[in-house]
């Protein structure tokens, strides 16, 4: 019922930068948070940064100073600026959104792209 499209993955040698992007649509009534996961074969998904509707942002540490979030409220959709890629962040990507469906009921939802490979080369 809330469909995310992301865009923006890609290869990239290590220093570069890439910039993700994710918009949701359908049956949402108010967005709660917006935010990118990453997850590479055999680790769990990871947290990488989220950003609430009022606009307060959590960062993973890893990649604190080096990637910025953003998001725009109107268009339901979120920004990732990465800057100064390491081979590490090599993963894929997972747009995450946790919204209140326009039933209003409770708790909120949560719904997932379908990721993006991110690739650093050394």
């Known amino acids: 019922q809330v469909q995310l499209v992301e865009s923006g993955g890609g290869l990239v040698q290590a220093g570069g930068s890439l910039r993700l992007s994710c918009t949701a649509s359908?049956?949402?009534?108010?967005?709660?948070?917006m935010g990118w996961y990453r997850q590479t074969p055999g680790k769990q998904r990871e947290l990488v940064s989220d950003?609430?509707?009022?606009?307060?942002?959590n960062y993973a540490s890893s990649v604190k100073g080096r990637f910025t979030i953003s998001g725009d409220n109107t268009k339901n959709t979120v920004y990732l600026q990465m800057n100064s890629l390491k081979p590490e962040d090599t993963a894929v990507y997972y747009c995450?959104?946790?919204?209140?469906?326009?039933?209003?009921?409770?708790?909120?939802?949560?719904?997932w792209g379908q990721g993006t490979q991110v690739t650093v080369s050394s």
């Open positions: 950003i609430t509707s009022g606009g307060t942002t």
């Open positions: 359908g049956s949402i009534f108010a967005m709660n948070t």
């Open positions: 995450n959104a946790r919204y209140w469906h326009k039933n209003r009921d409770q708790p909120p939802r949560d719904s």
